[in-house]
């Protein structure tokens, strides 16, 4: 028989490690013989349901005391997808069993392809929370990286009737998923990169140490392509003149998004870096760095930096910091920035980059000066459409997945990709 019980509640008064060992030895006494074990409560779920920013693994320390002190076989989870270190866990007798949560939505097989050795072939889950947020707030069950999870009562992707020769027009997370899922149904697919690499924004999201399994799922995405019989081309940037001369069926764009830049006096100074260039080039900064825009990216970007030994400040216009980060990792990050020692200050805009620093001015109209050796901006990104807006009269089909819409989250480009791929 399984119990499940919480190691720690996770808050102070709640329950701690100690307590629970007695209870397990005494559920062991009345003949329960595995427990399921994991941290965290309701009023801790960054214990409960770890996100991206905490350690692989987060309950198995206190779970191998259970087992060790208690004598009896244990289960636990928590940020355990890669099925090397779940081997590990059990070889090293830490656990009996690995339980395995968001692994399974991002990829139902993934217990058969590690049985047959096919382990490159896992879809790895990003730990994004979308799974677990959107149950929270009354939406259907949806994956960043699984399009069909919450749509298993459509039909599949059938084979395609008619094939047709399909042009993507982009590589990023959007366009090889797209371009994939066309080619599997039968369809001669090429896609024009308008760089050396795949990967678009992945490329840079993969870069910081919490974002290994971002960068799992970019090599994935990259494999599938190349094991494809999708036809790549590289350094071609797309033109009308070029789709027109290609003459294809149907056009799919999936151009992504760029950088939107404040205009404001100082911006070209060498002392200012963007966030998403800097991370994918490995720019290097100064020893203080003050980051202009507290979304997402910009948070990420500091707590980045910071694991690197820089004196962070993150300043945005919103009252607060991470206003587009999804209630189920918010708290978490903002808990990551905290113990890194970065500071973050809302109801403040840019007017002024200048040698020494920035001047920012608050909601009362009030200026002052911030000095620093860096200026990062992480002000957000905005769609590159403009190729789409060419060509949407051109073609019978044109159709546009992604950011190239309006720049958003990894579920958006999946789910947008997965669409057109049935439709197309």
């Known amino acids: 028989m399984i119990v499940g019980l919480a190691l720690d509640h996770g808050f102070p008064g709640g329950r ?8 397990a030895k005494r559920l062991k006494n009345i003949g329960i013989d595995t427990l399921h074990l994991r941290r965290g409560s309701y009023d801790n779920m960054n214990l409960l349901i770890p996100t991206e920013y905490m350690e692989d693994g987060v309950s198995v320390d206190y779970a191998a005391k259970v087992r060790e002190q208690v004598g009896i076989q ?12 779940a081997n590990k866990l059990v070889e090293e007798s830490k656990l009996d069993f690995v339980g395995l ?23 790895p889950c990003v730990r994004c929370m979308q799974c677990i947020n959107r149950i929270f707030f009354g939406q259907f069950a949806a994956c960043s990286v ?39 149904k039968g369809h001669d697919v090429t896609l024009l990169e308008s760089t050396s690499k795949l990967g678009g924004h992945l490329l840079e999201g993969a870069i910081m140490d919490h974002k290994k399994e971002v960068d799992s799922y970019c090599k994935h995405l990259i494999r599938e392509i190349k094991n494809s019989n999708v036809k790549v081309k590289y350094n071609t940037r ?15 764009v999936a151009t992504g998004s760029v950088p939107a830049i404040p205009e404001v006096p100082g911006i070209d100074r060498p002392n200012v870096r963007i966030a998403t260039k800097m991370l994918k080039e490995g720019q290097d900064t100064g020893q203080n760095v003050i980051i202009v825009g507290g979304g997402l990216v910009g948070c990420e970007t500091g707590l980045h930096l910071a694991q690197k030994g820089k004196k962070v400040a993150i300043i945005d216009m919103l009252p607060e910091v991470a206003q587009d980060v999804i209630f189920m990792a918010r708290f978490s990050l903002l808990e990551a920035l905290r113990s890194k020692g970065i500071e973050t200050k809302g109801g403040l805009k840019l007017t002024e980059i200048t040698d020494t620093g920035i001047i920012v001015e608050d909601t009362n109209g009030n200026k002052k000066e911030m000095t620093c050796d860096t200026v990062v901006i992480a002000t957000g990104l905005k769609a590159d459409d403009s190729l789409y807006n060419e060509l949407v009269n051109e073609f019978d089909e044109v159709y546009r997945i992604g950011d190239c819409i309006k720049a958003r989250k990894f579920i958006d480009a999946i789910q947008e990709a997965y669409q057109v791929a049935v439709d197309i």
């Open 238 to 252: 797309a033109t009308k003149e070029l789709v027109k001369e290609l003459n294809p069926d149907a056009v799919v």
């Open 74 to 85: 244990v289960i636990s989870d928590g940020n355990i997808s890669d099925p090397v270190l």
């Open 146 to 184: 699984n399009p069909v999870l919450g749509k298993e009562y459509l039909s599949p992707i059938l084979p395609a009737k008619k094939p047709k020769n399909v042009l993507v027009i982009g590589g990023g997370m959007a366009g090889m998923a797209f371009a994939k899922m066309a080619e599997e």
């Open 16 to 23: 701690e490690l100690d307590e629970t060992i007695e209870i």
């Open 101 to 123: 949560g968001r692994a399974l939505l991002a990829d139902p097989e993934w217990v058969n392809k590690v049985r047959s050795d096919k382990k490159e072939d896992i879809v």
